[in-house]
């Protein structure tokens, strides 16, 4: 059973708010990553992160940051949050060795005003 | 041409019926290969997963994967109302490469 955590899992917010999602997984995994998922599309990776202190920009350009201080968290931060941001976002983690599956949390579903 | 193409569906089937879900590929770099279920307002879920071709059998659900044809499959046997939901499947390549590719996800409906 996969361990994987994102708060908070609805948001509506207004246009220009700072807004952090949170994630955090207690299996010790190495890598973690953060989709974008949109009604009948595929999932794009949009961050990921080796480590602690590794962060990566995905396949899909976002203008959200995120940081990896702890093997064990790793937020997604929007500084000024825009209606195009609207969309659900995914966490994952897996083992450090690149054939290991992916697991997910929940999903932070994100409604930008 | 996109890497993992899945038709989206919808797919509906009465109860008990048997389900074949299909992804295409294209890069041949792609060694494994997943199924995930995702329910209405979860995360995907790993069903199966599978490495380079052949079959894998868990209970219901079968991942067949031949990498000749380029082609996976799931099939679902004795499809109960508790397998509504959509079914993404995913390719790798592995080793240093972290990407997963998905497909766009089919929607199942089983009806009892």
């Known amino acids: 059973e996969a361990d994987i955590y994102q708060t908070p899992r609805y948001l509506v917010i207004g246009t220009g708010k700072k807004i952090t999602l949170e994630c955090s997984q207690t299996m010790g995994h190495d890598k973690m990553y953060w989709y974008q998922q949109d009604p009948g599309m595929e999932l794009h990776l949009i961050h990921y992160?080796?480590?602690?202190?590794?962060?990566e920009k995905g396949d899909l350009s976002s203008e959200s940051t995120v940081s990896r201080i702890r093997t064990e968290h790793f937020p997604l931060t929007l500084e000024s949050a825009r209606p195009s941001h609207t969309s659900q976002y995914l966490c994952?983690?897996?083992?450090?060795?690149?054939?290991?599956?992916?697991?997910f949390g929940d999903g932070t579903r994100l409604s930008i005003l | 041409q996109k890497e993992v193409e899945q038709d989206p569906g919808p797919l509906s089937v009465p109860e008990g019926a048997i389900v074949s879900l299909n992804c295409t590929y294209s890069?041949?770099?792609?060694?494994?290969f997943m199924w995930y279920r995702q329910y209405s307002r979860k995360g995907p879920e790993l069903l199966m997963y599978t490495y380079s071709s052949g079959n894998k059998e868990d209970g219901r659900f079968t991942a067949q994967v031949d990498k000749s044809s380029k082609y996976i499959s799931l099939f679902i046997r004795d499809s109960q109302p508790s397998d509504s939901a959509t079914y993404l499947c995913?390719?790798?390549?592995?080793?240093?490469?972290?990407?997963?590719?998905f497909g766009k996800g089919t929607l199942l409906t089983v009806n009892p």
């Open positions: 994952a983690s897996s083992e450090l060795d690149g054939a290991e599956p992916q697991h």
């Open positions: 995913a390719a790798g390549s592995g080793g240093s490469n972290y990407k997963l590719t």
């Open positions: 992160s080796y480590g602690v202190n590794s962060t």
């Open positions: 890069n041949s770099a792609f060694q494994y």
